[in-house]
């Protein structure tokens, strides 16, 4: 069964970090391209990060370019987010999706409906407050 889990979501205060993972099962990750998204509360939503699946390109929204970090470890079939200086803003839910067109934005927005991706996960709950 073909499947994507994220992991590694919670409670953090404010300045505080996180490190989300996204396991895959059922297919091996090693020609996709990987995005991270997030939907906050009564918001649409948003791409937030995205790693090529030679890992030799990746892309940052603004708003969390400088903070977060995406990699991958192909031999453990897992792409992460590593997410510092958190902030309330961070708060939602982060899903991944896998990519086979391994494509990722050169910059602007990641708008989803523009990518072939074509398996997601379930989300994982970040939420930042004090």
């Known amino acids: 069964q073909v499947q994507l889990v994220e992991s590694g979501g919670g409670l953090v205060q404010p300045g505080g970090s996180l490190r989300l993972s996204c396991a895959a099962s059922?297919?091996?990750?090693?020609?996709?391209?990987i995005g991270w998204f997030r939907q906050a509360p009564g918001k649409e939503r948003e791409g937030v990060s995205c790693v090529s699946s030679s890992d030799t390109n990746t892309y940052y929204a603004n708003s969390v370019k400088g903070r977060f970090t995406i990699s991958r470890d192909n031999a453990k079939n897992t792409v992460y987010l590593q997410m510092n200086s958190l902030k309330p803003e961070d708060t939602a839910v982060y899903y991944c999706?896998?990519?086979?067109?391994?494509?990722?934005?050169?910059?602007?927005?990641?708008?989803?409906?523009?990518?072939?991706?074509?398996?997601w996960g379930k989300g994982t709950l970040v939420t930042v407050s004090s």
């Open positions: 999706a896998a990519d086979s067109t391994d494509v990722c934005p050169r910059d602007g927005d990641y708008d989803e409906i523009y990518y072939g991706l074509d398996y």
């Open positions: 059922g297919f091996t990750l090693d020609y996709y391209a």
